[in-house]
């Protein structure tokens, strides 16, 4: 299935200054970008043609695949002068660079690539700095065998807060970490048939729009996952996989733990 993704974000919570223009799926997890992780989660099984939804930084994006070094991520051998890859890494790609706007919510960046994923009956899409080590497998056939418009990770909350309850007179009834409330957060990683363009009007947002319109439907399919899903919003979060990555902590690598897709 073709895979597309949402690259188009200014990321102003990953800014390091005003002439920091890099967009927030190119920051660094170890030798590689953000989206090449997020990508190579899904070669992993077998999805290798991805569209990528640009827009701001897209000059970054587009000049990291045009100049692209295996030798980063790939064991070779040099000899006599001449490079010998023992493995590749995007030999198998197809990629689809497609302008979607400076400003355009996600919603209306999928309008924008319909035509390029007119001939799938279901798809792929997710955010590109966004990590897990969902079985995506499981995702898709489940989504399969149902009649849903739409499947989401749903994952439980990430914050460290506690909830506090109140009773008269303001008294507090009891504290509970979030985490262990009974909810559960939009984690991404979707499956889409094309009836989502449906309920994609211009401007739109996908989440917000389509997959509320859908869920009081009853169209919308969530894929509950309380594993390892880790997003990179800021500059905190990204040098936290960063670190996990040197230390060789990296559950979303799936490829690299010989794990069966």
């Not at 689809?96 to 999928?110: K, Y």
């Not at 994952?155 to 262990?180: K, M, N, R, W, Y």
């Not at 211009?202 to 859908?214: F, I, K, N, R």
């Not at 936290?240 to 902590?249: N, P, Q, S």
């Given at each position: 299935?073709?895979?597309?993704?949402?690259?188009?974000?200014?990321?102003?919570?990953?800014?390091?200054?005003?002439?920091?223009?890099?967009?927030?799926?190119?920051?660094?997890?170890?030798?590689?970008?953000?989206?090449?992780?997020?990508?190579?989660?899904?070669?992993?099984?077998?999805?290798?043609?991805?569209?990528?939804?640009l827009g701001y930084g897209a000059e970054?994006?587009?000049?990291?695949?045009?100049?692209?070094?295996?030798?980063?991520?790939?064991?070779?051998?040099?000899?006599?002068?001449?490079?010998?890859?023992?493995?590749?890494?995007?030999?198998?790609?197809?990629?689809?660079?497609?302008?979607?706007?400076?400003?355009?919510?996600?919603?209306?960046?999928?309008?924008?690539?319909?035509?390029?994923?007119?001939?799938?009956?279901?798809?792929?899409?997710?955010?590109?700095?966004?990590?897990?080590?969902?079985?995506?497998?499981?995702?898709?056939?489940?989504?399969?065998?149902?009649?849903?418009a739409a499947s989401m990770l749903v994952?439980?909350?990430?914050?460290?807060?506690?909830?506090?309850?109140?009773?008269?007179?303001?008294?507090?009834?009891?504290?509970?970490?979030?985490?262990?409330?009974?909810?559960?957060?939009?984690?991404?990683?979707?499956?889409?048939?094309?009836?989502?363009?449906?309920?994609?009007?211009?401007?739109?947002?996908?989440?917000?729009?389509?997959?509320?319109?859908?869920?009081?439907?009853?169209?919308?399919?969530?894929?509950?996952?309380?594993?390892?899903?880790?997003?990179?919003?800021?500059?905190?979060?990204?040098?936290?996989?960063?670190?996990?990555?040197?230390?060789?902590?990296?559950?979303?690598?799936?490829?690299?733990?010989?794990?069966?897709?």
């Open positions: 299935m073709k895979v597309v993704l949402f690259c188009g974000g200014y990321g102003m919570r990953m800014r390091t200054g005003p002439a920091d223009d890099v967009p927030k799926p190119m920051h660094l997890v170890g030798p590689r970008p953000l989206l090449w992780h997020v990508m190579r989660y899904y070669a992993h099984f077998g999805h290798t043609d991805f569209v990528l939804c970054h994006i587009k000049s990291f695949f045009l100049n692209y070094l295996e030798t980063a991520s790939n064991d070779f051998v040099l000899r006599e002068g001449k490079l010998e890859l023992l493995s590749t890494d995007i030999s198998d790609w197809t990629i689809t660079f497609a302008d979607t706007g400076t400003d355009s919510p996600i919603g209306e960046r999928l309008r924008r690539v319909r035509h390029l994923v007119a001939d799938e009956e279901m798809f792929l899409a997710n955010y590109a700095d966004v990590l897990t080590d969902a079985p995506l497998d499981q995702q898709v056939d489940r989504f399969a065998a149902s009649d849903a994952v439980p909350p990430q914050q460290s807060f506690h909830c506090v309850t109140l009773g008269e007179a303001s008294l507090v009834d009891g504290i509970t970490p979030v985490s262990e409330l009974p909810l559960w957060e939009n984690g991404g990683y979707f499956v889409l048939r094309q009836e989502i363009f449906d309920h994609l009007p211009p401007g739109s947002d996908l989440v917000a729009d389509a997959c509320g319109e859908l869920a009081k439907a009853g169209r919308l399919l969530a894929s509950p996952h309380q594993g390892f899903w880790q997003p990179a919003d800021t500059l905190k979060e990204c040098a936290a996989l960063d670190t996990a990555y040197a230390a060789g902590d990296r559950p979303w690598m799936r490829w690299e733990h010989g794990m069966a897709p």
